[in-house]
């Protein structure tokens, strides 16, 4: 089958249209006819090289799309269902058993080799050469082959124009706060960067009943959003004084959590300076950029903990209807973060992206879709 799929030849270089021959479903896996995809500031990391990744590739993984063929396996999924693509897991090592999916001991082959666990690539360039795909989605395409555990059905009058960045960007910032955090009612987080993954974990703060919620960032324009979104407390680090911020609302004691999105080392190391005795961090940033610290210093004496969180944590198919019923009751507000773009317009929705103009940009791949009406039922 030929599909139109934006594909990314060299590092640096711009997502460029190609045909491209998508191969034929195994057993285990749907094709799906994509509706629309999210860029996530992770497309960005592969494409500027800052995490390494086999090029070519057809990259996107916060796809939504519709059902049109099913593999002999496939069990639950139909022609015709509605999709959001998520990750893909094993879904029978000890962690996917113990619902950590995030951390299935075939995570990496399977979301970031570029190929099935069996080396097969899913597209094909018109003269052979194989391409790569990223978590087993590549989103940015009119057509994908994704594997069953990748999906997330969600119901025929939901919009799936605006449903795909639940797969990644505000699942991520969602789960970082309810699977890795763990908050306990009234206590204090301070949220680094306010971008489609800060944001959702400031709307979950907030669902979850935190007393503070401290978002920081060096564009007033987002901490203003942030505001809105239930921000108690908003800084501008390029402004204000971060660390008397913080000890003028916490009154000397620190934060109980914080959250770094940014993947700037010193901000990194400050997410870690702000906590007060026995907080927690969670670095979630695809970055380049390290930190340095002193053990006892910046963990032992206070009991610190450093956690690393992918994914959320979260188990997808369980987390994407409960934010989709959070965001109909008005508390996971994430469509006022998001602008659209006709597929073509790729390079310029991932340009805004970058310069901070636009939060969430999403792609409609195919303009002919209308909410509620399934192309194929
Ligand atoms: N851990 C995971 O599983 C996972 C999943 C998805 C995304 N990510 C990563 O999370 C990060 C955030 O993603 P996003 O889509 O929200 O990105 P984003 O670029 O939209 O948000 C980053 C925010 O940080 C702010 N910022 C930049 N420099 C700053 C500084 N010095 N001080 C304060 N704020 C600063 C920016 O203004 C922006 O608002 C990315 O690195 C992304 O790749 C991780
Ligand atoms: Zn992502
Ligand atoms: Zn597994």
């Not at 897991?89 to 113990?98: A, H, K, Q």
């Not at 920081?216 to 660390?243: F, M, P, Q, W």
């Not at 369980?318 to 998001?338: C, R, S, T």
Request: aromatic letters at 6%; charged letters at 20%; proline letters at 4%.
């Amino acid at each position: 089958m030929k599909v139109k799929a934006a594909v990314v030849n060299e590092v640096n270089g711009p997502y460029e249209f190609e045909e491209l021959d998508l191969q034929e479903i195994q057993h285990d896996e749907v094709i799906v006819k994509v509706v629309a995809s999210g860029i996530c500031h992770s497309d960005e990391a592969l494409r500027v090289g800052d995490a390494e990744y086999p090029l070519p590739v057809v990259l996107g993984h916060e796809g939504a799309g519709i059902i049109e063929k099913t593999g002999a396996s496939v069990k639950g999924f139909e022609v015709g269902d509605q999709v959001v693509m998520a990750y893909n897991s094993c879904g029978s090592c000890p962690n996917c058993r113990t619902g950590h999916p995030s951390s299935c001991v075939e995570w990496t082959i399977l979301n970031m080799s570029g190929a099935r666990s069996d080396g097969s690539p899913i597209f094909k360039k018109t003269d052979g050469t194989p391409v790569s795909s990223f978590f087993a989605q590549s989103s940015f395409a009119t057509h994908t082959v994704t594997n069953v555990h990748n999906l997330i059905k969600v119901a025929p009058d939901a919009d799936l124009r605006l449903v795909g960045p639940l797969g990644c960007g505000f699942l991520t910032g969602a789960g970082t706060v309810v699977n890795g955090l763990k908050p306990n009612v009234g206590e204090s987080i301070v949220i680094f960067g306010t971008g489609a993954v800060g944001l959702g974990a400031l709307m979950t703060a907030k669902i979850e009943g935190c007393g503070k919620i401290i978002a920081v960032d060096i564009h007033d324009s987002r901490l203003e959003i942030a505001k809105e979104l239930g921000a108690t407390h908003t800084i501008n680090s390029k402004t204000e004084d971060l660390a008397a911020r913080i000890a003028e609302i916490t009154a000397g004691a620190g934060a109980n959590y914080s959250i770094d999105t940014t993947g700037v080392s010193a901000v990194m190391k400050a997410s870690l300076d702000v906590l007060g005795i026995q907080g927690v961090a969670a670095p979630v940033a695809v970055t380049p950029n390290s930190i340095e610290l002193n053990t006892f210093m910046d963990l032992v004496l206070l009991n610190k903990t450093i956690k690393g969180v992918l994914m959320g944590d979260s188990i997808p198919q369980l987390a994407i209807p409960k934010l989709i019923e959070f965001h109909k009751q008005g508390q996971f507000a994430f469509d006022k973060l998001v602008q659209f773009y006709n597929f073509d317009d790729i390079n310029q929705a991932s340009a805004d992206s970058n310069s901070g103009k636009t939060i969430k940009p999403i792609l409609i791949i195919d303009e002919t879709y209308r909410a509620g009406e399934p192309l194929l039922k």
